[in-house]
């Protein structure tokens, strides 16, 4: 059975405000206007910008399961040189590599041990440098994984800061401090880790003591950097620079929102209602947000992030994007995009926000609201490497919390239920304006491995919650690229595979659906390149209600309609050209089923 739980919440209910407002940035090449007309329709309009990522659509690579090009089942930059025309040939714009630098790999890459270095599982800074200019030259940007929150611990810096004792300017890189109770062997604190169990372990002093604890906010193997040292930020700024003057166009910031600790490391704090119960994250303020998670948002952050913005744009065409799960509503996520801080932000209130219409209304507007009133494009995203495939989290059950995933022995997932939705709120998503983020894979299709048995799991979640939570291994699984080419589907060429692949994944490979009229690849491409071609990503939005029913719902983008059917009762299409479809073989006289998407070029 799926344990069903609370649904997160992103995003306040109660945000709008009544009256039409326009926001103007005249210091930027954009300017947003944005207007509240009625109760659910929101008019947001920008126009084409000469930065590319206020509308980019940006594919992400899990660099272990993209491509092998050794054959030794672990994916590597060679093997994502050898691939990149197919990415080309999508449609996309950029490419943001989750980590490849120097690390133990205990949470696949994001433990770096040399952030100036690639691991030798994914190739050498040369094959980097090649990888670069070949991306270049196909006009694809590169975009690359920073981990500031924490190092390895097998980094030099903590190995120096164990080894040099208490008190030293080495341990101050990091957040050492004494433990509570008799002898010091009780935390110090009661965060709780995301992966599971205390943000706390104690090391044994150079003296062969039992001594002090260090803060991890993952995994033990994953020390808190201290960044209220001046000397982390300086060693930061040169990690930038170095990527930068290598040529890459931006970064993907890793837990944007954690540098920063409360002062004295206050112990975290459940907010009561008035009524005496505990106060869900989605009623705090964001003061008491702050108190509660004292290692999330708290104010100082926006220093850091104004700091390297800064760097950014000492360089030609550069971004970064903040991965903050920052909770309470989006204004909060906004203050990340404000104009001297991201240019981007994820928009997970989106991700998760559900393939109804009522959510999608909502969603969208805040998101709308949100970003506009700071100047920044929203962005889009369903699925990344932390999330269970939103193509599998449509045909689930119940629900699970993010970062979570599915085993063997859970209630399974309906698998065409999940693809028909997934690929319906892809096409929804890819319409509107803004910035949008693929993950690898779901250009196929491609669900979650949902019994994926204990033996294969590496995330370190599974480990820390003793198999309670199954993790995040089956959204990570190697891509099929042949089928049958071997056990891996052409994934390596030795058939080896870092994760086994299910026996669904065949169906699902790239070259069955090149060129076949209806697949998913088929779809994504059109979606890619009519947004393209008519520019939709720098677009102008208005909710369409004169167009549809009660479950139904449509936009128009740039002339465009994008309408979804939500309910059973097939729907009428307006007169015009269909320019894309997710239900094949469709035509303006015929009628649009069921969780099913079109975009019509209006007559
Ligand atoms: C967020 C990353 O996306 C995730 O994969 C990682 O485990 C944590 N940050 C810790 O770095």
Redesign the pocket.
């Known amino acids: 059975m799926l344990r069903s739980l609370k649904k997160r919440r992103f995003g306040n209910a109660n945000a709008f405000i009544s009256l039409s407002r326009q926001v103007e940035h005249p210091w930027w090449f954009c300017s947003y206007t944005l207007e509240r007309m009625t109760n659910d329709d929101v008019l947001y309009v920008t126009k084409e910008s000469a930065e590319w990522w206020r509308q980019a659509v940006i594919y992400q690579i899990y660099p272990r399961s993209f491509a092998d090009g050794n054959g030794d089942g672990m994916g590597d930059l060679q093997g994502v040189t050898q691939r990149l025309e197919s990415l080309q040939e999508l449609g996309i714009d950029a490419i943001w590599f989750?980590p490849f630098f120097k690390s133990p790999q205990k949470?696949?890459g994001?433990?770096v041990s040399d952030y100036k270095d690639i691991d030798p599982l994914f190739g050498t800074l040369a094959d980097f440098d090649a990888l670069l200019a070949r991306a270049h030259s196909l006009g694809l940007r590169i975009i690359v994984d920073l981990?500031p929150?924490?190092t390895s611990d097998q980094h030099e810096w903590f190995k120096a800061a164990v080894a040099a004792g208490k008190g030293s300017p080495e341990r101050d890189m990091y957040i050492f401090r004494d433990g509570k109770g008799w002898f010091g062997r009780k935390e110090p604190n009661n965060w709780p880790s995301?992966?599971g169990g205390s943000t706390w372990t104690r090391i044994t002093e150079p003296n062969g003591k039992k001594g002090q604890w260090y803060l991890h906010i993952?995994d033990s193997s994953?020390p808190d950097l201290n960044w209220r040292n001046p000397i982390v930020r300086d060693e930061f700024d040169k990690v930038l620079q170095f990527w930068l003057d290598r040529g890459v166009d931006g970064f993907r910031i890793?837990?944007a929102h954690g540098m920063i600790k409360r002062d004295g490391l206050p112990d975290t704090k459940q907010m009561s209602t008035e009524m005496g119960g505990v106060k869900p994250e989605g009623e705090m303020t964001i003061e008491e947000l702050e108190i509660a998670n004292p290692y999330w948002g708290q104010p100082e952050v926006h220093e850091i992030n104004r700091r390297w913005r800064k760097i950014i744009d000492s360089y030609k065409d550069r971004a970064m994007a903040a991965?903050a799960w920052i909770g309470g509503p989006l204004e909060r996520m906004a203050r990340w995009v404000r104009p001297d801080e991201y240019n981007q932000t994820f928009n997970f209130g989106y991700m998760f926000a559900g393939w109804t219409k009522e959510a999608q209304v909502k969603s969208i507007n805040d998101s709308f609201k949100a970003f506009g009133a700071v100047g920044a494009p929203s962005t889009w995203v369903l699925s990344?490497?932390?999330t269970i495939r939103h193509v599998t989290r449509y045909g689930m059950v119940g629900e699970l919390p993010q970062g979570d995933g599915i085993g063997p022995e859970y209630e399974q997932p309906d698998e065409a239920l999940g693809l028909r939705k997934g690929r319906a709120n892809t096409a929804f998503m890819l319409g509107l304006p803004g910035g949008a983020y693929i993950y690898q894979g779901e250009e196929l299709g491609l669900p979650e491995h949902t019994t994926l048995e204990g033996k294969y799991r590496q995330d370190?979640t599974y480990f820390r919650t003793k198999g309670k939570r199954v993790g995040?291994d089956g959204c990570r699984v190697p891509l099929p690229w042949e089928a049958g080419a071997n056990e891996s589907n052409g994934f390596s060429s030795t058939g080896a595979s870092w994760l086994p692949q299910p026996s669904g994944y065949k169906t699902y490979a790239r070259d069955v659906q090149r060129g076949v009229p209806g697949s998913t690849l088929e779809l994504y491409k059109r979606l890619l390149k009519v947004r393209k071609d008519l520019g939709l990503g720098a677009g102008d939005f208005r909710w369409a209600s004169e167009l549809t029913d009660d479950e139904s719902l449509a936009f128009v983008n740039k002339g465009v309609a994008v309408i979804a059917n939500f309910g059973s009762t097939p729907v009428q299409l307006p007169a015009g050209e269909v320019l894309v479809t997710t239900q094949h073989d469709l035509t303006a006289e015929h009628e649009l089923q069921q969780d099913q998407v079109a975009w019509i070029k209006l007559a």
Request: glycine share 0%; charged share 30%.
């Open positions: 989750s949470d696949a994001y433990d981990v929150n924490h995301v992966f993952f994953q890793d837990v991965e990344n490497h932390d370190p995040r």
